[in-house]
């Protein structure tokens, strides 16, 4: 048994930040996930890194890691390598940020992205990060695509996610 689900491939750090529950918005320049509201979303690892170190700033800064907390962070989000479906995450809404949001409100936001700049962006909520239980080598893109998870990958089912047949997956629709 195999489960479908749109994916979408991250660059490092983000896969791993999202999938460890630091990251809980991702930021777009158009509403990519929208279509996806309460549905669950795989999570691709990329083969490339993210071309910014604005991420060390905000875990530094505005979560107050140190070094030695930001490297753990890093070390688990590689847990499976790159080029592989690693883990899932429940989409919620998404909105477009104001180019006049500032302050604290902004600075949560940014938080919460672990990235600067999200005015004008689309912003979406993410939320039950979950690894599987073992990677799934697959080839990334650049848009949402669908994969088929074997159920033997799937994570325990938690009581906070939604599940589809005890497998702990938001059903496309």
Not at 142 to 157: F, G, S
Request: hydrophobic content about 45%; some cysteine.
């Amino acid at each position: 048994m195999a489960v479908q689900v749109r994916c979408l491939s991250f660059r490092q750090p983000y896969a791993g930040l999202v999938l460890d529950g630091v990251k809980t918005v991702e930021s777009r320049w158009r509403p990519l996930l929208a279509p996806l509201e309460n549905q669950t979303l795989a999570v691709h690892v990329a083969q490339r890194d993210w071309e910014g170190s604005e991420w060390r700033a905000v875990l530094s800064g505005l979560l107050g890691m140190n070094g030695a907390q930001i490297e753990a962070l890093l070390e688990s989000g590689e847990r499976f390598g790159r080029g592989v479906v690693a883990g899932l995450v429940d989409v919620g809404r998404t909105w477009l940020c104001p180019a006049s949001l500032q302050g604290m409100e902004l600075q949560c936001l940014e938080q919460s992205a672990v990235l600067i700049g999200l005015q004008e962006k689309h912003l979406t909520n993410l939320s039950n990060p979950r690894w599987l239980k073992a990677p799934l080598r697959a080839p990334g893109g650049r848009d949402l695509w669908t994969i088929e998870i074997p159920a033997k990958l799937l994570p325990e089912v938690t009581g906070s996610s939604i599940s589809e047949g005890g497998v702990g997956v938001r059903p496309m629709i």
